[in-house]
């Protein structure tokens, strides 16, 4: 009997023989002889004070927070009356993370708050490290004797139920100022029996999950987390030699971030730096960053079969512990493309409801293998995506990950396509997402929903891995779809590495689609896509200076787009080919310009004529045309607001142009009053590129000015700011600029 002797008023009748220690038994025969054992009454004897605790590592460094909260939880202990709980506190988080050594540490500088000593149960050892719905019973009745003996008990007084057991504990440890630490607690239940009785005693439970229930009986959580940059640092530098983390600091702040900040991780690192292989921190660097096989390179050669120690194995508790439907979508998480996302990419990628997922989430949470960041998103770290991943591998169907893959991909093409038409319903676009937004709920549409630029800034580099996922799946027509919608951000925001990546997926998607397309229509929309991002990706090459691969590009374009016969494509392509033509030959530029007002008039695209006008204004002015640019660009600036639904973005970016040209003019005052404008215009709508193209110009025209110093410096320290927040190269001149103002 076990747990079942904790219930009051049952009764027993046993037929097997052996040792009952209740108060009497029946049987309807009796064979042989019977007797009666009664046992002595439990020795009192001399006082032993228990120092159980293993000994903290040699070296340890970090947590100072979570040592301080154990602090404020148990040093009011002191003032306890006899007969009130002890106080409990909880250290929970994913396994490996380092909540045993924390709690070694804790006791080991604690002692003189327990002066009738510290006692230890690792319950996880006396299961065996088994999976959560084992009856917990066996490991707390073992745990309860050692408990027993620790504190003097003869093991021939020990009894035989865990409710005897655990009132002679009670009795043991009253009027005594105890520690019991648990280790490897998964069930609340196991706690309970481990409670002491003696007044200022505490309880210090190490679990892998964070559990509600014990929290409700009063427990304090105090969450273990991986370690951050510091913490990491810190650790490295403390085994390694503080002198080798700065002679190779990036190299050592890359080996925290692939470890994820987890201590088991990081401690194979440090034996792997100081072992015999000669590695650096950079050698051992480079091989890490190949995800492959990362999780094999974080671990040691066991000297005894089967005591592997490496990250897979320290993950291995926490996994084990999942129930079914929960252990699937950390699985399959594992295959999602990126490590932060919501809750509806999680019911996509582990084919759940969304409710369904958000009650996984949280068991995942509680396991701290998933992590709730501050804005309804989970964050998985990337050593504990690559262990979920290899779980998957093993135990998921053959296709999953394709699968898994496809969802979230299509999941993403339908929310960035809904972002991109609620910014702006009448770009062009070439490639038919009919079909597939037919019917969707919209979130940019709802009442209180995201707004669509800053959820696309947010989502970006989730976006940006979610299109290389579907790249490297051969999906192609999904991530030719996905990358023409995601473009409209770059046209806010000029991430132009990302911009320039995201573009090259989507035309290698499009010729591979082309090529395998098994309908004309298909051939068609892939060959349009292609001619579309080939003069889109023409953009951020300028800005990168490079020129020739823009013309390749532009020339291709204007090859493909000419065979659809779409005018509307051909008029597009042929204003970004004057956007090049602008920096290498004006007049050939307002010629292109002047193609592309064409073909929009006569396809009837309103917006398009009037950006053509835009570009053709610049042009001019360019040339020094000065006053014919100056009615071009009022003309732009009148139809682009006259619009079914004005452009703003487009009109505030034509008031800048207008500003330059009165610069031009010598019309300074003029010049700056618009240009100022323009800037507050740009900024309102989020056309954060273009408005510090505006400070800039307002700059130059009141350096040229004289005696507006403030100005200027206020002009380029906002431009600035915008560019180095973009990457882009012209934030290092326009520091340049600034330093030498003094």
């Known amino acids: 009997m076990l747990l079942a002797d904790l219930e009051p008023g049952t009764t027993y009748n046993i037929t097997t023989g052996g040792v009952n220690n209740g108060p009497s038994f029946q049987v309807g025969h009796v064979h042989g002889g019977v007797n009666f054992t009664v046992p002595s009454a439990y020795p009192t004897g001399a006082t032993v004070k228990p120092d159980q605790v293993p000994a903290p590592p040699v070296r340890y460094s970090n947590r100072v927070a979570e040592l301080?909260?154990?602090?404020?939880?148990?040093?009011?202990?002191?003032?306890?009356?006899?007969?009130?709980?002890?106080?409990?506190?909880?250290?929970?988080?994913?396994s490996g993370v380092g909540k045993r050594a924390l709690a070694c540490k804790w006791a080991a500088g604690a002692k003189a708050l327990f002066p009738g000593g510290q006692l230890y149960v690792d319950l996880g050892g006396l299961r065996g490290r088994s999976v959560i719905g084992i009856s917990p019973g066996t490991d707390v009745s073992e745990g309860l004797a050692s408990c027993l003996r620790g504190l003097g008990v003869a093991d021939v007084c020990i009894p035989d139920s865990v409710a005897e057991r655990s009132a002679l504990l009670r009795s043991r440890s009253a009027g005594r100022r105890v520690l019991v630490v648990l280790d490897g607690v998964t069930q609340a239940a196991q706690v309970r029996p481990f409670l002491?009785?003696?007044?200022?005693?505490?309880?210090?439970?190490?679990?892998?999950?964070?559990?509600?229930?014990?929290?409700?009986?009063?427990?304090?959580?105090?969450?273990?987390?991986?370690?951050?940059?510091?913490?990491?640092?810190?650790?490295?530098?403390?085994?390694?030699?503080?002198?080798?983390?700065?002679?190779?600091?990036?190299?050592?702040?890359?080996?925290?971030?692939?470890?994820?900040?987890?201590?088991?991780?990081?401690?194979?690192?440090?034996?792997?730096?100081?072992?015999?292989?000669?590695?650096?921190?950079?050698?051992l660097a480079v091989e890490l960053e190949d995800e492959a096989g990362r999780l094999a390179e974080l671990s040691l050669p066991a000297l005894v079969p089967g005591e592997e120690y490496s990250v897979s194995t320290a993950l291995g508790p926490s996994y084990r512990l999942l129930p079914p439907d929960a252990a699937r979508l950390y699985r399959r998480l594992g295959w999602a493309p990126y490590g932060l996302f919501d809750?509806?990419?999680?019911?996509?990628?582990?084919?759940?409801?969304?409710?369904?997922?958000?009650?996984?989430?949280?068991?995942?949470?509680?396991?701290?293998?998933?992590?709730?960041?501050?804005?309804?998103?989970?964050?998985?770290h990337d050593l504990i995506r690559l262990h979920a991943r290899a779980c998957a591998a093993q135990e998921e169907p053959a296709g999953e990950e394709k699968a898994v893959v496809e969802r979230v991909v299509t999941h993403y093409v339908a929310l960035v396509a809904l972002a991109d038409r609620a910014i702006r319903e009448d770009r062009l676009r070439c490639a038919d997402l009919s079909s597939l937004l037919s019917g969707a709920d919209d979130p940019f549409s709802a009442v209180g929903g995201p707004a669509p630029l800053p959820w696309l800034d947010a989502e970006h580099p989730a976006i940006l891995a979610v299109l290389r996922a579907a790249a490297g799946h051969g999906l192609h027509v999904r991530t030719y779809q996905l990358s023409e919608a995601f473009t409209v951000l770059f046209l806010h925001r000029r991430y132009l590495a990302a911009w320039k990546e995201s573009l090259q997926l989507g035309i290698d998607a499009a010729v591979a689609a082309a090529a395998s397309a098994e309908t004309a229509g298909a051939v068609a929309e892939a060959t349009?896509?292609?001619?579309?991002?080939?003069?889109?990706?023409?953009?951020?090459?300028?800005?990168?200076?490079?020129?020739?691969?823009?013309l390749q590009h532009l020339e291709t374009a204007v090859a493909r787009a000419d065979t659809t016969g779409d005018l509307r494509l051909q008029a597009s392509v042929q204003e970004f080919f004057g956007r090049y033509l602008d920096r290498v030959d004006p007049r050939s530029a307002v010629d292109a310009y002047r193609r592309s007002l064409d073909l929009n008039t006569r396809s009837g695209e309103a917006r398009g004529a009037a950006?053509?006008?835009?570009?053709?204004?610049?042009?001019?002015?360019?040339?020094?045309?000065?006053?014919?640019?100056?009615?071009?660009?009022?003309?732009?600036?009148?139809?682009?607001?006259?619009?079914?639904?004005?452009?703003?973005?487009?009109?505030?970016r034509t008031m800048a142009a207008i500003g330059v040209v009165h610069g031009q003019l010598g019309e300074v005052e003029e010049a700056l009053r618009v240009l100022g404008k323009a800037a507050d215009d740009l900024h309102a709508v989020n056309g954060l590129h273009y408005e510090a193209q505006a400070l800039v110009d307002r700059a130059d025209i009141a350096e040229a000015a004289g005696d507006r110093s403030d100005l200027v410096r206020d002009?380029?320290?906002r431009a600035h700011a915008i560019y180095e927040h973009e990457g882009s190269p012209l934030a290092d001149e326009l520091r340049r600029r600034l330093d030498g103002m003094g």
């Open 611 to 652: 950006i053509a006008s835009y570009f053709l204004g610049c042009a001019q002015d360019a040339l020094e045309d000065h006053a014919v640019a100056l009615t071009t660009l009022r003309e732009a600036r009148r139809d682009l607001l006259a619009l079914g639904k004005p452009d703003l973005r487009m009109a505030a």
């Open 528 to 550: 349009a896509v292609e001619a579309r991002l080939l003069s889109l990706r023409s953009r951020p090459l300028l800005d990168l200076d490079e020129n020739d691969l823009a």
């Open 343 to 380: 809750a509806g990419v999680a019911a996509v990628a582990g084919s759940f409801d969304i409710r369904t997922v958000k009650r996984l989430l949280r068991t995942l949470v509680g396991a701290g293998l998933v992590e709730k960041t501050g804005d309804d998103r989970y964050r998985m």
């Open 715 to 717: 002009c380029l320290t």
């Open 68 to 94: 301080a909260r154990l602090n404020s939880v148990f040093m009011s202990t002191a003032g306890h009356c006899e007969g009130e709980e002890p106080d409990v506190a909880m250290l929970w988080g994913v």
């Open 196 to 283: 002491p009785k003696g007044p200022g005693s505490g309880v210090l439970v190490i679990s892998p999950l964070d559990l509600g229930e014990l929290v409700a009986d009063g427990a304090r959580p105090i969450p273990v987390k991986p370690l951050d940059m510091a913490g990491g640092l810190e650790l490295l530098a403390d085994r390694c030699g503080a002198q080798a983390v700065e002679r190779e600091r990036a190299a050592a702040e890359r080996l925290v971030q692939l470890c994820g900040g987890l201590p088991v991780a990081l401690q194979i690192v440090v034996a792997r730096l100081l072992g015999g292989e000669g590695l650096d921190m950079a050698s």
